[in-house]
């Protein structure tokens, strides 16, 4: 007698492979409808990020130039070092404000050993993002505790740029706090 193509064994490999297709295509159509009803964030957030710092001050010297809110101040009495601050805090601090230190025409083994001396200090520290690229190193410590809505990090990044090094520095500020350094930060522009 002549058996069927449809044995028993075929039958439950075309259902597992039916399936298994038959998932694969829901999936599909819930990622494609999710993506569908998400709002396209870079253009909102470029339009918003541009609007925030539209009244932001300039702050310029004859070796860098970067922007500020309104609401802080620059001091820049102590050569090769500026601090930014909050208007409402009476003295500028190493500990919640941005600390930039710039040091012109530095012996070319001053980057590299600012660079060894940052990465030992906290490459064993477990909550400690040690990011390394060509020219710069970034460092961020946190958050300090578990609730990372109310958590502080701190933030520490030196970079080489032609003629000189910089050392960026901020802490005790929560992961909003970080991200408005950040864009403070990523104003900066040393000048020739």
Same mark, same amino acid.
């Given at each position: ?42 253009? =909102? ?39 930014i601050y909050r208007k409402d805090t009476k003295v500028p601090s190493?500990?919640? %404000? ?6 012109? =025409? ?40 578990? %609730? ?38 990523s104003t900066i522009k040393f000048l020739d």
């Amino acid at each position: 007698m002549r058996k069927g193509y449809f044995t028993p064994p075929v039958l439950i490999i075309l259902a597992v492979i039916i399936f298994a297709v038959a998932i694969l295509i829901a999936i599909n159509t819930d990622l494609v409808k999710r993506i569908k009803n998400e709002p396209l964030p870079d253009a =909102e957030q470029s339009i918003q990020i541009t609007d925030q710092m539209a009244d932001w001050r300039t702050y310029s010297n004859s070796d860098v130039q970067f922007k500020y809110p309104q609401n802080y101040e620059v001091r820049d009495d102590i050569e090769g070092y500026l601090y930014i601050y909050r208007k409402d805090t009476k003295v500028p601090s190493v500990r919640d %404000d941005i600390t930039i230190r710039y040091f012109l =025409e530095p012996d070319p083994s001053d980057f590299e050993d600012a660079k060894k001396s940052l990465i030992s200090e906290f490459e064993k520290n477990p909550i400690a993002k040690i990011e390394v690229e060509q020219g710069s190193v970034k460092v961020t410590v946190g958050p300090y505790s578990n %609730d990372e809505k109310n958590s502080l990090y701190q933030k520490i990044i030196i970079k080489q740029y032609e003629g000189l090094f910089v050392s960026i520095q901020y802490g005790n500020v929560d992961s909003e706090q970080m991200a408005f350094y950040d864009k403070i930060v990523s104003t900066i522009k040393f000048l020739d």
